[in-house]
């Protein structure tokens, strides 16, 4: 799916323009949108958002839950938008790196609203939706606002309250721009057509390059594999993977296999080895 990163500190609208972007693609453009929301992710965890904002740890968790839920929903048609705070700029460019992998073109939307406002529209919020003023100047002092210099931030649409979003412009950099070209870090191998035994070797060190890669991204279940209809449950180690393929290859090699059904059949095996 081209991808949206919503950004912004506490009460600046993030999922107000989450639901404004939903509404344009889906009645203007006649897309499919997914929305992945931070709090959503955060209430099905059990959290409240001030438990959750004070614990690194429930934070991480959390993160890489949104990270997985989207790497399982990219797809070259559809609008997926995360809509959160994402205020670390590492976290938005594992999320870029993932958009790499899958050539899915990205923008970022900046919900850029002052802090003072920010704080008036957090206090006229129901308790239950509020956040603390620890919490609150917390989120602040950790916020690394995007920057259009960066390429993980960049195409940025920075929009404030009174502004109207650049639905065109929008538009126009997720389907008519080119895909992002992956770097050695994120690419799989292409997919040769030679002989059965070279295809069977080439597509199964596919699948491990983009396990690996998708490690690297933090995503440890639940990996979607290009080119395969079921997704790996639970990841492992560079070692183990190789010990598998091995065992995998040698069972191939006795037993033929259509080369269309090497990927989904190897994955099935390791979901029952790992």
């Known amino acids: 799916m081209p991808l949206i990163i919503i950004t912004g500190i506490p009460c600046s609208g993030k999922s107000t323009r989450a639901l404004e972007l939903k509404k344009y693609f889906e009645d203007s453009r006649g897309k499919k949108v997914e929305v992945i929301s931070e709090i959503d992710a955060i209430i099905k965890a059990g959290y409240d958002r001030n438990t959750f904002y004070a614990d690194s740890k429930k934070e991480k968790s959390v993160r890489a839950d949104v990270k997985s839920h989207s790497q399982r929903l990219l797809n070259p048609e559809d609008v997926l938008i995360v809509d959160g705070s994402n205020y670390i700029k590492g976290y938005r460019y594992e999320i870029y790196c993932m958009s790499k992998l899958y050539k899915t073109p990205q923008c970022t939307v900046h919900c850029d609203l002052p802090i003072e406002h920010a704080r008036l529209w957090n206090e006229k919020r129901p308790q239950e939706e509020r956040y603390s003023n620890e919490i609150f100047d917390a989120l602040i002092n950790r916020y690394e606002a995007p920057d259009s210099r960066n390429r993980w931030d960049s195409p940025l649409f920075a929009v404030l309250?009174?502004?109207?979003?650049?639905?065109?412009?929008?538009?126009?950099?997720?389907?008519?721009?080119?895909?992002?070209?992956?770097?050695?870090?994120?690419?799989?191998?292409?997919?040769?057509?030679?002989?059965?035994?070279?295809?069977?070797?080439?597509?199964?060190?596919?699948?491990?390059?983009?396990?690996?890669?998708?490690?690297?991204?933090?995503?440890?279940?639940?990996?979607?594999?290009?080119?395969?209809?079921?997704?790996?449950?639970?990841?492992?180690?560079?070692?183990?993977?190789?010990?598998?393929?091995?065992?995998?290859?040698?069972?191939?090699?006795?037993?033929?296999?259509?080369?269309?059904?090497?990927?989904?059949?190897?994955?099935?095996?390791?979901?029952?080895?790992?």
């Open 161 to 274: 309250p009174e502004d109207e979003l650049k639905f065109g412009d929008i538009y126009s950099v997720l389907y008519e721009a080119k895909a992002p070209k992956p770097n050695l870090s994120t690419q799989c191998p292409p997919l040769s057509s030679a002989n059965y035994l070279y295809e069977l070797d080439r597509i199964t060190q596919e699948v491990v390059n983009a396990i690996l890669s998708a490690k690297r991204l933090g995503i440890e279940s639940n990996v979607k594999i290009p080119n395969c209809q079921l997704t790996l449950e639970n990841s492992s180690d560079s070692s183990q993977l190789v010990r598998l393929r091995r065992q995998f290859l040698t069972y191939s090699k006795m037993q033929q296999i259509e080369p269309s059904q090497i990927a989904l059949l190897f994955v099935q095996y390791l979901n029952k080895s790992l």
